[in-house]
């Protein structure tokens, strides 16, 4: 990407991020309200879950509306409330995957159910804060998914595109499910296929980050069910990608940039095609020193710098760096093969920006 290019797909992104923000804020407070009258547990639980929104790169949001703008845009309100709705989808995900992998950290600030179960703590006698934390978020969760769904209902477009939004949500949403059930799944670590890692990835990531967004901001503009198809390659492709590069800025990032610590994918022995490719090709020492790394929850400074230099002199992360590439460069090549020509070029420049950012982001 030129500086030029980089300059604007920056512009475009920060003008997005802005009006998705502004709506997200305005949301935040409508869902506030409605628990004030309630007990400051109530009110904080949902608070620790729209804390979520506050940051976040909000890339599925920013393609409901490139969705849309590539089909000529509904009505600009409508989009960004949809991009609003999957948002909030977004941080009712967050809440569960950081509840089931127990994180601790999310970017760069508590967990929402750490941040609940040290209010509970805090505030009360309760005896079991901790678990009265993951319950009340996931319980809080479930409700701001909930607002997502009947936005999308209630959004002013002929009713056959919000009922289509829906069930686009909930279709490639039961996808994710199985992929998140696939990373929860106890497999053995040291029998992890990079095959299986890929499909995880497609299942868990691709489907929902990328690919959903796309089609429901089409749908909302008018496109067909038949139009939708242009979109598969392009977003199952920068969905991996960006699933790949993910993992190594994971253990390899700068934590102030990814906002979580560098060694918990390690420590809670999450399954990454980093670590599969490593144990593929590491000699029996190596692999026992990852193994014996994955899911220690008293992982130690000195031990995970020795999993880094295996993963590196193994060539699994040079590996795990040119794949996310080479995926990176198909979803661009899938984009202009499988594009409408009515499709305004700013919004495809702005896709083809994106599948190459995803390789490149620090955080």
Excluded at 25 to 39: C, F, N, Y
Excluded at 42 to 57: D, I, P, R, V, W
Excluded at 222 to 248: C, K, M, P, W
Aim: hydrophobic fraction near 45%; glycine fraction near 8%.
């Amino acid at each position: 990407m030129t500086p030029e290019a980089s300059a604007v797909f920056g512009a475009a992104w920060q003008e997005k991020a802005a009006v998705i923000d502004a709506n997200l804020a305005a949301v935040s407070d409508t869902l506030r309200e409605s628990v004030a009258d309630r007990d400051m547990f109530t009110f904080e639980a949902m608070n620790s879950c729209l804390a979520l929104l506050n940051q976040g790169k909000k890339v599925r949001g920013m393609l409901v509306l490139v969705g849309g703008e590539l089909y000529g845009g509904a009505d600009e309100s409508v989009l960004v409330q949809a991009a609003g709705a999957i948002e909030l989808c977004h941080a009712h995900l967050l809440v569960m995957d950081d509840t089931q992998d127990n994180t601790a950290v999310r970017r760069n600030g508590l967990a929402a159910h750490k941040r609940q179960g040290a209010f509970v703590a805090q505030h009360s006698t309760a005896q079991d804060a901790e678990k009265r934390g993951i319950d009340m978020v996931q319980t809080a969760g479930f409700g701001i998914h909930t607002h997502a769904i009947y936005t999308l209902l209630d959004l002013e477009v002929a009713p056959e595109r919000s009922n289509l939004a829906v069930k686009l949500l909930n279709k490639r949403l039961f996808r994710t499910g199985i992929g998140q059930l696939g990373d929860l799944s106890p497999v053995a670590s040291a029998d992890m296929k990079v095959q299986d890692i890929l499909q995880i990835a497609t299942d868990k990531t691709a489907y929902y980050t990328f690919l959903l967004p796309l089609e429901i901001g089409a749908v909302l503009a008018g496109a067909s069910l038949n139009e939708l198809v242009r979109f598969h390659d392009y977003g199952l492709n920068t969905g991996i990608a960006f699933q790949l590069h993910d993992d190594i800025i994971g253990t390899f990032g700068d934590p102030s940039a990814t906002g979580k610590p560098p060694m918990s994918d390690i420590m809670e022995g999450k399954k990454t095609f980093l670590m599969a490719k490593a144990l593929e090709v590491a000699s029996g020492t190596e692999r026992s020193t990852l193994l014996s790394a994955l899911g220690s929850k008293t992982l130690q400074a000195d031990h995970f710098q020795q999993c880094k230099e295996i993963i590196s002199q193994t060539g699994a992360l040079e590996a795990t760096s040119l794949l996310a590439a080479q995926y990176a460069e198909q979803a661009v090549d899938a984009l202009h093969r499988d594009r409408h020509p009515k499709w305004p070029q700013r919004a495809v420049d702005f896709l083809s920006a994106l599948a190459l950012y995803s390789v490149h982001r620090r955080g």
